[in-house]
Every structure is written in C-alpha cells, then in structure tokens.
C-alpha cells in the first residue's frame, strides 16, 4: 500500500489530524471524532520536513488520490505543500485546538491471530449485510438478526462485538497480505496492517458490550 490507498481509508474516519514528519517518515495518531475509533500511523518516506502541521485530513486524500506514487512535501507560507513534477497541490496548515492524541497501552495477553486481509474484508462485508454488529467467538465470526444469520468458521480464544459500520471502514478489499487482530472480551480490537521497512498501520475500535 501507498500513503494514496492509507489515507483514503483514513479520511473515513477523521476529519483532521496532526501530520508528523521526522525526515525520515510521516506519523500519524488520531480519532475519531466520536471518540470509538484511533488510527495509528508510521509510514517511511524521505523527507526533509521536521515538524508537526495540523491539516484536513479529507483534502489532504483527495489530493493524494491524484498522485500514482508518493509525492515529495515541503511547506510554504503557512501551507502544506505536495508535489511531484510539475503537479503541485497546497493545504492551509491550521492552528489545533484540541488535545494531540497518544498511543495507549494495551494488554491483549496473547489474544491474537493473523488473517488474510481480503478475507477479512469479505467477512465484514458479508455480515454487514445482515446486521450492525459482529461478534468474534470461539467458533468463528457471526452477525444476526431476528430473521437471519451470517457466520464464518475461525477458530478465536474469546467472544467480543464491534461496530460493522467502523469495521467497513477499516478493510482493505485487495490488499494481498496477512494482517493481524487482537482482541478481548469487552475491550479494544486492533486491527494492524504492515510492510516491513515501509509502514505500520493500526485501526483501534472500541467494543459494544451487551446489556
């Protein structure tokens, strides 16, 4: 994946984010604004930016999408500038006014398993079809309602519930690689995506407990 598939996935969840640029990658920790989900991103680019630029999250992925490849970033009279070539792009860099938001510690005490990305994908997508939820048991992964039922057979440790509505936006429907989920009873799933010495893309979700 390239930071144009990343953040048009990430600009579905947040509207605005602090872009961290460190010379040698591009970091990004956010929620929503709802405050169920954070994304968590460390992603390796040469740069010769050194800085933090609070930005809109959905222009800066629309002005990605118009890049085939990683474009180059520099800043400009209170602009993020993106460029490549003779294409060049600028984003109004804006004071931030809230608190920046930090990596929390999680325990997940071995609670974890890797799964096909576009497997992944199709699961959530199908029971999406049948419910809001999901829940993750020890028999495998399963959505119903008073008049249907989806499941899909995958052995798992705990039973949890999450958000299809979150889950849809944090899927990858051609990403050719394993990810990994972790997860407990009650508690916050993590959904990680990486390519070694490239990047390290994380999805946190809080759970639906019920009643």
């Given at each position: 994946?390239?930071?144009?598939?990343?953040?048009?996935?990430?600009?579905?969840?947040?509207?605005?984010?602090?872009?961290?640029?460190?010379?040698?990658?591009?970091k990004l920790i956010e929620m929503d604004p709802a405050n169920?989900?954070?994304?968590?991103?460390?992603y390796k680019i040469k740069s010769k930016l050194k800085g933090?630029?609070?930005?809109?999250?959905?222009?800066?992925?629309?002005?990605?999408?118009?890049?085939?490849?990683?474009?180059?970033?520099?800043?400009?009279?209170?602009?993020?500038?993106?460029?490549?070539?003779?294409?060049?792009?600028?984003?109004?860099?804006?004071?931030?006014?809230?608190?920046?938001?930090?990596?929390?510690?999680?325990?997940?005490?071995?609670?974890?398993?890797?799964?096909?990305?576009?497997?992944?994908?199709?699961?959530?997508?199908?029971?999406?079809?049948?419910?809001?939820?999901?829940?993750?048991?020890?028999?495998?992964?399963?959505?119903?309602?008073?008049?249907?039922?989806?499941?899909?057979?995958?052995?798992?440790?705990?039973?949890?519930?999450?958000?299809?509505?979150?889950?849809?936006?944090?899927?990858?429907?051609?990403?050719?690689?394993?990810?990994?989920?972790?997860?407990?009873?009650?508690?916050?799933?993590?959904?990680?995506?990486?390519?070694?010495?490239?990047?390290?893309?994380?999805?946190?979700?809080?759970?639906?407990?019920?009643?």
């Amino acid at each position: 994946m390239n930071l144009k598939i990343i953040f048009e996935k990430i600009k579905e969840l947040v509207n605005e984010g602090t872009l961290i640029f460190d010379n040698e990658s591009l970091k990004l920790i956010e929620m929503d604004p709802a405050n169920v989900a954070e994304v968590i991103l460390e992603y390796k680019i040469k740069s010769k930016l050194k800085g933090k630029y609070f930005i809109n999250i959905r222009n800066f992925a629309i002005i990605l999408n118009r890049f085939k490849e990683d474009p180059e970033f520099d800043v400009q009279d209170g602009y993020l500038v993106i460029k490549e070539g003779d294409s060049v792009f600028k984003i109004k860099i804006i004071e931030r006014v809230d608190k920046e938001f930090k990596v929390p510690k999680l325990d997940y005490k071995e609670n974890e398993f890797f799964i096909d990305a576009r497997r992944f994908h199709k699961i959530v997508e199908d029971a999406d079809n049948i419910s809001e939820n999901i829940y993750f048991t020890k028999e495998g992964f399963l959505a119903e309602e008073d008049l249907s039922k989806y499941d899909c057979k995958f052995p798992m440790v705990d039973k949890a519930k999450y958000s299809l509505e979150y889950l849809r936006k944090m899927t990858f429907e051609y990403l050719q690689s394993n990810m990994k989920i972790e997860y407990k009873k009650d508690y916050v799933l993590r959904l990680t995506y990486w390519r070694k010495d490239k990047y390290r893309l994380e999805f946190l979700l809080a759970p639906r407990v019920d009643e």
